[in-house]
């Protein structure tokens, strides 16, 4: 049951809370994804996981992070869904790009600046242990090579 990380919905974390990119000739391309079955398909492999975010308003959000270490934005790469059906949330990550207000399109009405510092926790599953965090926007690598956030612009 290969993916599309972008076609993924919370109820496919719902029902394999873990995820890796197999990387092998069996798949489509870097995008695709593969539910876990197994302890043993996780080894040398990146690996996502069903991460729940909570809002500063207690609203509690499913999405996903990669999961591993460093700790930091820029390697778990969150990502926060809105509704049920995936195809609207957000990304946390915006790697070499500084966020535009369009970046931030999906988020309004739902998210505002009451809304920061958002939560997250990464579910247990497969060995893996949660992984937790704090988000205060969307993060970047800004013109000085620093890892840098912009705020909800509303």
Do not use: C
Not at 41 to 59: A, N, P, S, Y
Not at 82 to 97: C, H, L, V
Not at 128 to 144: A, T
């Amino acid at each position: 049951m290969d993916k599309q990380l972008y076609d993924l919905e919370p109820k496919d974390l719902d029902e394999n809370p873990v995820w890796i990119f197999p990387m092998d000739d069996s798949v489509e391309d870097e995008e695709t994804v593969r539910p876990v079955t197994a302890k043993a398909q996780l080894e040398d492999l990146q690996v996502i996981v069903k991460t729940v975010f909570e809002d500063q308003t207690g609203k509690k959000y499913n999405g996903y992070i990669y999961w591993g270490e460093p700790k930091k934005v820029e390697y778990l790469k969150p990502a926060m869904f809105f509704d049920e059906s995936g195809e609207s949330g957000i990304a946390f990550w915006n790697g070499m790009a500084e966020p535009e207000d369009y970046d931030f399109d999906h988020a309004q009405g739902i998210l505002n600046s009451e809304s920061f510092p958002i939560r997250f926790e990464s579910v247990k599953a497969f060995g893996l242990y949660p992984i937790k965090g704090e988000l205060k926007g969307i993060y970047y690598i800004d013109s000085n090579n620093n890892v840098n956030f912009k705020g909800i612009p509303f």
